[in-house]
């Protein structure tokens, strides 16, 4: 199995930012397509953003298009979600995850991933 840690996750107000880290132990992510998902209380879990291994391209749910970017530090082995202008409904769990290398492309839905961290907690509120 592989280990992925998120962190970054906090208290933020309504239009803030925040940045997630998505670190892996033992395995190069940059070999990896990679998702950050969200979960908030009493729902299902959702796609935020993921970027496919190789010429990472990157695809983001309509829910955060234009405030969040995904990217990924290859010296790092880190993978980032910087999130933007956040709102109140912006508040859940957020995992990153791994999908097959044998897909060149990720995509946003959970059911393709194989292996997912522990999670990180976001809460917009004032």
């Known amino acids: 199995q592989l280990q992925l840690t998120e962190s970054g996750g906090g208290l933020v107000q309504p239009g803030g930012s925040l940045r997630l880290s998505c670190a892996a132990s033992k395995f190069t992510l940059n070999a990896y397509n990679i998702g950050w998902f969200r979960q908030a209380p009493g729902k299902e879990r959702e796609g935020v953003s993921c970027i496919s291994k190789g010429d990472g391209s990157t695809n983001n749910a309509d829910t955060v298009k234009g405030r969040s970017t995904i990217s990924r530090d290859k010296a790092k082995n880190t993978v980032y979600l910087q999130m933007n202008s956040l709102k109140p409904e912006d508040t859940a769990d957020y995992y990153c995850?791994?999908?097959?290398?044998?897909?060149?492309?990720?995509?946003?839905?959970?059911?393709?991933?194989?292996?997912w961290g522990q999670g990180t907690q976001v809460t917009v509120s004032s």
């Open positions: 995850a791994t999908r097959s290398a044998l897909f060149r492309q990720c995509v946003l839905s959970p059911g393709s991933y194989a292996d």
